[in-house]
């Protein structure tokens, strides 16, 4: 496995979302900050404006009661120094002009003043409002007189002081303008020092959460490539971090992990050889014992030929010359020497099944029972045994002598314990279709093996006590190594007296009609 | 019908004994000659050593021939028989213990006209040599 570049890392993501609300905080602060002084800024520019046109309406009174151009001339030049003043304008109640200023016209004559810019028609209303204009403050105030009447009747008591309530009356207004050009200039200075501020504090943000989780990430990355490694196999190197935290707790258990594996992985190697030699030591003193076995009956069938031939050339030749007992006795030789070459016939098939190439053909195996059957029938017949296979016995893709083989010493065996007393001898083959697998069967309801027995009677030389029976007991031994051979199973399904199942499997290597096609 | 030669190659004195009495009982040789080994064969055909003057070596119509001898083995003979214009008429019957497919496979390939495996059971064997014998002493007399 490679190790993949991940398409969405840790870093990326704690970079992302941890100064997310950062960025959101300083963001909604800072319009909050930057709102508040906008409107602190423009508080302060309306109470200017009011204090300004207040001052001047107090001032004015006298000159406006007398209508005195030049006192209101000289009480607007002591105003005309007040920061951003664009104009003032001093009215009479009809709305006359008694007096002005404008900043671009400076003092002017009553006679000029006809048209100052940037002035807005005043609105009567209360006594002193402000209202902004694009460009400019614009502060109206009205001027007012306190006329006091006097208390006739205590004309003459001057420790009588006026009426306290006296009559107001409005004689005039003071108009002035301020411009907003400078309190523009100190909004935008106040809004460029806000984002300023905001987007050095994410920025900041930003490069920190880099860096922490940069500290972060790496160990962690450092981990993942060990793991890769050890995905690899690779268990040789241990990851070393310089942290002290969880991840190098981490980071240790990991390697301690690896360790462990290492060790488990070398043993199981270790198995593996170990295996490895002994399934070959194995195979190879199987093989010499099927070598000595060949040669060992080969040799013992050379005697035995001649041992039968000159019993039989005494019988023929000299027989008259013998007594009732010489020839039983020579007949009695006759009888073990062919149960020896019986016995020697099949130790030599059974190391030959160990040994012969498997010759794979289409085999009917209905078509093989029968010529099985065919092979016994005197024998069966004999015994009035009644045979059932199942219909549709399949085709296997098999070595057809040794299918043969297996059938054949099956049924033969299944007969031969089929009881001297059974009234209904019966013999059934039959077969159970798997996914991988034929098991087929060969059942009989004869005497039955005592579980005890199950194990051995697939030995070399096993032969039931019980019964005395022809044969060498080999029969099962090579059925069981032919099985074994082809990656089959063998397994025996009995008890004494309920009759004996034997069941086998061959594997179903491939589909005939692959195979045939494949050739 | 003329009764035929045979040369029977056969290191077990047993069995040769027992073939020559076969093939003798059923009046299916003339002359029964035998070989202890494959040099020994060879001698007898080619007239070496003690059968230099030929006189008691006469041609067999027929070779049984044992395939695991000393000195030279069955198929070293069969080979040296069957690569001689001269013998190659000769027809040559292997004699086995073991019906091993490897063998039988490799002694025709040499040029053996038959096989016989030695069965335990004698009357299978004798009723065997017997019909080889006269099967190929006909073969070999007709003109």
Known sequence: ?519 | MKLIDILLVEDNPDHAMLIKKVLENHRVANKVYVAENGAEALDYMYHRGKYGNGSDAPRPGLVLLDIKLPKIDGFAVLKQLKSDPEHRSIPVVMLTTSDRDEEIAKGYAEGANSYVTKPVKFDEFAEKIKSIGLYWGLISSLP
């Open chain 1, 1 to 519: 496995m490679k190790f993949r570049k991940p398409k969405f890392s840790l870093a990326a993501k704690f970079s992302l979302f941890v100064p997310l609300p950062i960025v959101v905080a300083s963001l909604a602060l800072s319009s909050s900050f930057i709102k508040h002084d906008l409107m602190q800024i423009k508080a302060a520019m309306v109470e200017h404006g009011k204090a300004v046109a207040r001052g001047l309406s107090y001032y004015s009174e006298y000159g406006l009661l007398v209508e005195n151009k030049a006192a209101l001339c000289g009480i607007i030049a002591r105003h005309t120094n007040e920061k951003d003043l664009l104009y003032i304008v001093i009215r009479n109640t009809s709305e006359k002009i008694l007096a002005g200023y404008s900043a671009e016209l400076g003092n002017m004559s009553i006679n000029t003043i006809t048209n100052i810019p940037h002035v807005p028609k005043p609105e009567g209303g209360s006594e002193c409002r402000v209202i902004e204009t694009d460009f400019l403050y614009d502060a109206v105030c009205d001027v007012v007189t306190t006329r006091r009447r006097r208390n006739r009747k205590n004309l003459l008591q001057f420790d009588t002081p006026f009426d306290s309530a006296g009559e107001v009356k409005k004689i005039g207004t003071v108009q002035i303008g301020l411009s907003k050009s400078s309190m523009i200039v100190s909004m935008r200075q106040v809004k460029r020092d806000a984002v300023w501020v905001t987007v050095g504090a994410i920025t900041l943000a930003i490069l920190v959460t880099i860096l922490v989780v940069g500290f972060m990430v790496r160990p962690i990355e450092k981990l993942a490539m060990a793991a890769g490694a050890v995905s690899r196999g690779d268990f040789d190197h241990p990851v070393k971090l310089s942290s002290r935290d969880e991840i190098r707790n981490l980071a240790e258990s990991f390697n301690r992990m690896m360790a462990n594996l290492k060790k488990s992985r070398d043993e199981n190697e270790q198995y593996a050889r170990e295996l490895e030699i002994k399934t070959e030591e194995l195979s190879r003193s199987n093989e010499e014992l099927n070598a000595f076995v060949y040669t060992v009956s080969h040799d013992l069938k050379a005697p035995l030929v001649s041992l039968q031939g000159f019993s039989s050339l005494l019988t023929s030749n000299y027989g008259d010359c013998l007594d009732a007992d010489g020839k039983m006795y020579v007949e009695r030789i006759q009888k073990n020497t062919e149960r020896m070459g019986t016995l020697i016939e099949d130790l030599l098939e059974l190391s030959r099944v160990g040994r012969a190439k498997r010759q794979d053909e289409p085999v009917d195996v209905s078509e093989v029972i029968s010529d099985v059957i065919d092979e016994l029938a005197p024998k069966l017949e004999k015994q009035g045994t009644r045979l059932i296979m199942k219909d549709d016995m399949p085709i296997i893709y098999c070595d057809r002598t040794r299918v043969n083989q297996i059938f054949s010493n099956l049924i033969s065996n299944a007969s031969k314990y089929i009881g001297e007393y059974n009234e209904n001898p019966t013999i059934e083959m039959g077969y159970d279709d798997g996914d991988d697998y034929y098991t087929f069967y060969v059942r009989d309801n004869g005497i039955g093996i005592d579980e005890k027995y199950h194990e051995s009677v697939f030995g070399i030389l096993q032969q039931l006590n019980e019964v005395e029976a022809e044969g060498t007991g080999m029969g099962l031994a090579i059925v069981k190594r032919i099985v074994d051979n082809f990656g089959g199973k063998i397994w025996i399904d009995s008890a004494s007296g309920k009759g004996t199942t034997m069941y086998f499997t061959l594997p179903k290597t491939a589909n005939i009609h692959d195979r045939e096609e494949a050739e």
